[in-house]
C-alpha cells in the first residue's frame, strides 16, 4: 500500500485544517487507515484511526470532540478533518495501514502498523 498525506500548513489557535491521504495499490478492505502524529522531540503517538470495511472510528482522548476522520471509498482517501486546533497539536501528521488481523481491533501502537505516508507538517500558532 502506498500512501499519500497532503494538506498540513500554518494555522491559529482555533483554526481547522484538513488532511488528506490517498492510498493506492492494494484494495483496502481488510486494512484500518489511522493517523498519527509525532511533535519535535518526542514520539509518534496515536491520533485516529477507522476501520475501512465499517464501524465506529478510535480517536486519541486529545483529540476526541475536535477531529473527525472520514473516508471516500471512490477516491482510497481518508481525512482528517481537524476544529479548534492548539498549539499542542503542532506535529508532523502520518498516516498509516494496518492490515486487519482480528476482525474489528486495531492497535494504537505505531510500530504495529503497516504501510506509512511520507508525513505533512500542523503548526498552530499562539
Known amino acids: 500500500v502506498q500512501l499519500q498525506a497532503s494538506g498540513g500548513g500554518l494555522v491559529q489557535t482555533g483554526d481547522s485544517l484538513r488532511l488528506s491521504c490517498a492510498a493506492s495499490?492494494?484494495?483496502?478492505?481488510?486494512?484500518?487507515m489511522g493517523w498519527f502524529r509525532q511533535a519535535p522531540g518526542k514520539e509518534r503517538v496515536f491520533v485516529a484511526a477507522?476501520?475501512?470495511?465499517?464501524?465506529?472510528?478510535f480517536y486519541a482522548d486529545s483529540v476526541k470532540g475536535r477531529f473527525t476522520i472520514s473516508k471516500d471509498d471512490a477516491k482510497n482517501t481518508v481525512y482528517l478533518q481537524m476544529s479548534s486546533l492548539k498549539p499542542e497539536d503542532t506535529a508532523i501528521y502520518y498516516c498509516?495501514?494496518?492490515?486487519?488481523?482480528?476482525?474489528?481491533?486495531?492497535?494504537?501502537?505505531?510500530?504495529?502498523?503497516?504501510?506509512w505516508g511520507q508525513g505533512t507538517q500542523v503548526t498552530v500558532s499562539s
Open positions: 498509516a495501514a494496518l492490515f486487519i488481523r482480528v476482525p474489528h481491533t486495531i492497535t494504537w501502537s505505531p510500530e504495529r502498523w503497516d504501510y
Open positions: 477507522l476501520i475501512w470495511s465499517g464501524g465506529s472510528p
Open positions: 495499490g492494494r484494495t483496502l478492505s481488510n486494512y484500518a
